[in-house]
């Protein structure tokens, strides 16, 4: 991203990283020029977010409200609920699919969020077994891939109107960020300070 100078200060939840792409490149997508380099740019963008992911265990992985899963990564932290009790434990980074999901193996889909609910938590341990060994984004509208050491992938694949919905956050900070998809662009967003 050299070559990329920051105008002004970023707004509350935007990194200076993601203000410069915004201005370098936002208007030139949007008159169809460049689309080469704005990949190249949003590539980058996500492999500067999701370097530390990469070799990190899938250590924990589980199913939200409706067909929403989340797969924690690396160390687990134990939560607590409102109400006192044991939350779900939260991992060092972690990756939420809001709905329209599928787990792939080498040839085949395995399981997705129209598969038979009652094969999810089969679906969900199998991941548990594996280690991420690459995460990229596909189309023009940010879908996220994560491959794993066992060959298989965790798609996002929004059906929807809107855009894609899914988040991976990093919680190794003080403050906790995530990358995810706003206006059809990659964005890291802040916990409020």
């Not at 009790?85 to 129209?114: A, D």
């Amino acid at each position: 991203m050299a070559g990329l100078t920051r105008a002004r200060r970023p707004a509350a939840g935007e990194t200076s990283i993601e203000l410069a792409w915004d201005r370098a490149y936002r208007g030139r997508v949007n008159r169809g020029l460049d689309k080469e380099r704005m990949t190249q740019a949003q590539q980058a963008f996500l492999e500067e977010f999701a370097a530390p992911l990469i070799g990190l265990p899938v250590a924990h992985a589980w199913r939200g409200y409706g067909s929403a899963i989340f797969l924690e990564f690396g160390a687990l932290t134990p939560s607590t609920r409102m109400d006192g009790s044991p939350g779900i434990p939260e991992g060092e980074m972690s990756l939420m699919i809001e709905w329209s999901w599928r787990i792939e193996g080498r040839r085949s889909i395995l399981w997705g969020s129209w598969s038979d609910e009652a094969h999810w938590p089969r679906a969900l341990a199998c991941l548990t077994k594996a280690r991420v060994s690459g995460v990229t984004t596909f189309g023009r509208l940010p879908e996220i891939d994560p491959a794993l050491s066992t060959g298989m992938h965790v798609v996002s694949l929004m059906t929807a109107s809107g855009g894609p919905k899914w988040a991976l956050f990093d919680r190794r900070g003080e403050r906790h960020r995530w990358l995810c998809v706003r206006r059809g662009l990659l964005r890291v967003e802040n916990e409020p300070a």
